[in-house]
């Protein structure tokens, strides 16, 4: 009768224990040429030669942009628990349907984001905030995409007139978190932005109970 298996989980090929979890920017890739292949009023994109980090060479096309802020406005003065998420409803051309998101907008040239994040807040809906806080920055899509996007918490919150642009029609709702996450969970919300910002809030919000 043959022997009973016996088996041991081993680490794959390149694995390391501890903390793994960390900046790494020991290591830099080398510019070898770049050139304009586009530009516009938003972004411009790039085609570049690198040496990667390791030193090999490759090619890449990069989308460069000023960078973008996000604004989850919060409302705690009836419900600290389940407070209320300031939301935007709208229309994207490039997902071709109207997407439920947090406020959000393009930094200017040489702009400072937390100035970024309160115009546009202010634009957008008319709200101002007397508490403002960096959540997280985050890349939407590091493969091509350089724009970095940092999320300011926004509480005590003032309301006023909204001035969007010609081309923003937005509508605009106050809306409990418990509401927001069912609608994650159900696949209404799909904006990245709103996804990240939002279960991140909540997780923190529920840790420090």
Do not use: C
């Not at 090929?13 to 501890?18: C, E, L, P």
């Not at 040239?109 to 806080?133: D, F, I, V």
């Not at 709103?194 to 923190?204: E, K, N, P």
């Amino acid at each position: 009768m043959a022997g009973k298996l016996k088996s041991k989980a081993k680490s794959g090929a390149g694995t390391k224990s501890g903390k793994i979890l960390r900046p790494d920017k020991s290591k830099k890739e080398k510019l070898l040429s770049s050139q304009v292949v586009y530009e516009g009023p938003l972004f411009r994109v790039l085609h570049n030669e690198i040496l990667d980090p390791d030193g090999n060479p490759s090619t890449r096309e990069v989308i460069r942009h000023n960078g973008s802020v996000v604004i989850l406005a919060v409302d705690n003065s009836s419900s600290k628990r389940d407070p209320l998420i300031l939301m935007e409803r709208q229309y994207r051309h490039a997902a071709g349907q109207y997407l439920w998101e947090l406020p959000a907008g393009k930094l200017e040239a040489g702009e400072e984001p937390l100035s970024g994040a309160e115009r546009e807040l202010a634009e957008e809906t008319g709200y101002h905030a007397r508490k403002w806080k960096l959540l997280v920055e985050y890349y939407a899509s590091p493969g091509f995409l350089g724009e970095s996007m940092k999320v300011f918490l926004a509480e005590k919150l003032v309301a006023g007139e909204a001035h969007p642009e010609e081309d923003e029609q937005i509508q605009i709702h106050m809306v409990k978190l418990s509401e927001v996450l069912k609608a994650i969970d159900k696949g209404i919300i799909i904006d990245g932005k709103t996804l990240t910002a939002v279960q991140l809030y909540a997780r923190r919000l529920k840790r420090n109970r």
